[in-house]
């Protein structure tokens, strides 16, 4: 079992481009999590999602962040016209039901504005 | 919403010396506290957990403990050695399947050999 996978590990981007972040869950989970870790700060809920869903998006910023995972494929966050502000680390958790206890995140990606 | 406090943000010690980190929660209707330990550039993991109805769990030289009154838990590392070293992340959730994790601003623990 591979794991959570998440890529590209780093990526790097001018202010007013686009990211797109996946994050594929472990084999049989068809629930995904994100969360964002500004430096030095512990990480951050930003939304849920079910196979074709979002179940919660309480933790998103209101402009520019969306967040998929469509029927096939990973699951995508995109981060559009980002700012310097949006330089985080961006980690994805999964699970085989809702939440449940002490989920394993990805290898997360690290996300520099320049 | 729930708030989480974690401290102190640094600690250094001594190596085969204890660690003790501290965390309060504000929201009592929290019932599930896990910890993680992140290393430099590397992804959160989890090393012990503890659940509302349990008030200490240990797992070899790692202890946590719960005071659901004072709504504090901590984590107790024994024995300390260098790979010890990382940054600790207290959390708690609500509800039973709760998947919305609010983290403490974590620890710095630094063992000196």
């Known amino acids: 079992n591979a794991g959570v996978m998440q890529n590209p590990r780093h990526l790097v981007r001018r202010r007013g481009q686009e990211a797109r972040l996946r994050c594929s869950p472990m084999?049989?989970?068809?629930?995904v999590y994100w969360y964002r870790q500004l430096p030095e700060e512990g990480l951050k809920f930003m939304v849920y999602?079910?196979?074709?869903?979002?179940?919660?998006e309480s933790g998103m910023p209101k402009e520019r962040f969306s967040a998929e995972f469509p029927k096939e494929g990973p699951s995508i966050l995109r981060i559009q016209q980002v700012v310097r502000g949006d330089s985080a680390a961006y980690f994805c958790?999964?699970?085989?039901?809702?939440?449940?206890?002490?989920?394993?995140f990805g290898s997360g990606t690290r996300l520099t504005v320049v | 919403g729930e708030n989480v406090e974690q401290h102190p943000s640094t600690l250094s010690v001594q190596e085969g010396d204890s660690a003790v980190i501290k965390c309060t929660y504000s929201?009592?209707?929290?019932?599930?506290f896990p910890w993680y330990k992140q290393e430099l550039g590397k992804r959160p993991q989890l090393i012990i957990d503890?659940?509302?109805?349990?008030g200490e769990k240990k797992d070899q030289r790692i202890a946590v403990t719960l005071n659901k009154t004072a709504k504090h838990f901590s984590l107790h590392i024994t024995e300390t050695q260098p790979e010890d070293s990382a940054v600790y992340f207290c959390?708690?959730?609500?509800?039973?399947?709760?998947?919305?994790?609010?983290f403490g601003k974590g620890t710095k623990l630094s063992v000196i050999p």
């Open positions: 084999k049989g989970h068809s629930h």
């Open positions: 958790a999964s699970s085989s039901s809702e939440g449940g206890y002490g989920y394993t």
């Open positions: 959390a708690a959730s609500i509800g039973a399947g709760s998947y919305q994790l609010t």
């Open positions: 929201d009592s209707a929290s019932n599930y």
């Open positions: 999602l079910q196979k074709e869903n979002i179940i919660d």
């Open positions: 503890i659940r509302s109805n349990v």
